[in-house]
């Protein structure tokens, strides 16, 4: 980069309440799901239904839920992006780029206007916007273009702008992801399955172009193979679906766990490649609903689980492997005309 050269760096994602209480839980949501990738209906009537009956229902029962994952320090996605911010940052400009880090989110604090702002009165000549969604899509790293784009607005910053839509095929990605895998006790020469478990997305997005399954199919591919496994020891599967009203991409997480409690296979290692930090997703519904499902299936064909019988592979979440992926996939892009 020139001398006078300063990059800004804006890590993106899709946010968190800001207390597990049904009130801030409910403010998140509305947020969320007013979002105009989001709103599955006419948006007149989605409003009505969602402050009438999803919000008060699911602003409860959703709390409940981050109740169990909330820790001493707060929300744990809130800490994980503060510090990978941090750590970011510090290895950039080790490394000797003039750079300033900051995380935004779409529908929560800090918001990506907040983080547009700080960059900007951080003096930065050029920014770049990494959604931390490995794979791309339309109602996530769609949602970060949306609201970067109306930032830079209200700011009135005119600025060169790199928009970073996706690192599925990157190389050190695919490793980390592989060695988080055989941390967790996975071993390539036994009979472990390894179970790819990607947000589900509806087929409408697909059928307008969006190439989410591609990316999630490609990712899963090269971490396989990282791993030096061949395709009968893995497969892929959808979760978190929203509504039951809209077909959605399939095959479902509980449908691939209940065939392979049917067909009584080794350990199942659970890892979720599309979420760059855990969050309610994969901190709660692994272990309350998706690993208890597995086990009830495993009884019902006469078998007996074992307390390994689903390991959960974190997501990279703070660590320093993380930090080192986000760091390869941003460099190309802060370099500039160094």
């Known amino acids: 980069m020139h001398e006078q050269d300063r990059c800004g760096i804006l890590l993106a994602n899709t946010g968190t309440p800001a207390e597990p209480r049904p009130h801030a839980v409910r403010k998140y949501l509305a947020k969320f799901l007013s979002d105009p990738r989001i709103v599955p209906m006419n948006r007149v009537g989605w409003w009505f239904i969602l402050h009438a009956f999803i919000l008060p229902k699911r602003g409860r029962a959703s709390a409940e839920k981050y109740a169990a994952i909330w820790t001493d320090e707060g929300s744990p996605f809130a800490v994980a992006h503060d510090k990978l911010q941090h750590a970011l940052e510090a290895r950039l400009q080790e490394e000797g780029f003039d750079v300033v880090v900051r995380c935004g989110m779409s529908y929560s604090e800090p918001s ?140 479902y997480t509980t449908d691939v766990l209940a065939r392979w409690a049917e067909a009584r296979v080794g350990r199942v290692f659970l890892v979720c490649p599309n979420f760059a930090v855990d969050c309610l997703e994969t901190l709660y519904d692994v272990d309350h609903e998706l690993k208890p499902y ?38 190309p892009h802060v370099e500039g005309d160094r």
């Open 294 to 331: 597995y086990y009830d299936k495993i009884k019902e064909t006469g078998g007996t689980p074992h307390e390994d019988s689903l390991v959960y592979v974190p997501c990279l979440d703070r660590s320093r492997a993380h930090v080192r992926v986000l760091a390869d996939v941003l460099r």
């Open 112 to 251: 990506v206007h907040d983080a547009v702002r700080d960059l900007k009165k951080g003096g930065c000549t050029r920014l770049v916007v990494l959604p931390l969604y490995p794979q791309s899509a339309h109602s996530t790293t769609g949602a970060v273009s949306d609201g970067v784009q109306r930032a830079l607005r209200k700011e009135r910053w005119d600025v060169p702008l790199t928009f970073v839509d996706n690192y599925h095929d990157n190389g050190t990605y695919a490793r980390a992801i592989a060695a988080s895998i055989k941390h967790a006790g996975f071993n390539p020469d036994s009979d472990d399955k390894v179970l790819f478990s990607f947000h589900s997305i509806p087929l409408t997005d697909i059928e307008e172009g969006d190439t989410y399954e591609l990316q999630a199919g490609a990712s899963s591919l090269h971490i396989a193979g990282e791993l030096g496994i061949d395709r009968n020891r893995w497969t892929i599967g959808y979760q978190c679906r929203f509504d039951k009203g809209r077909e959605w991409l399939s095959p």
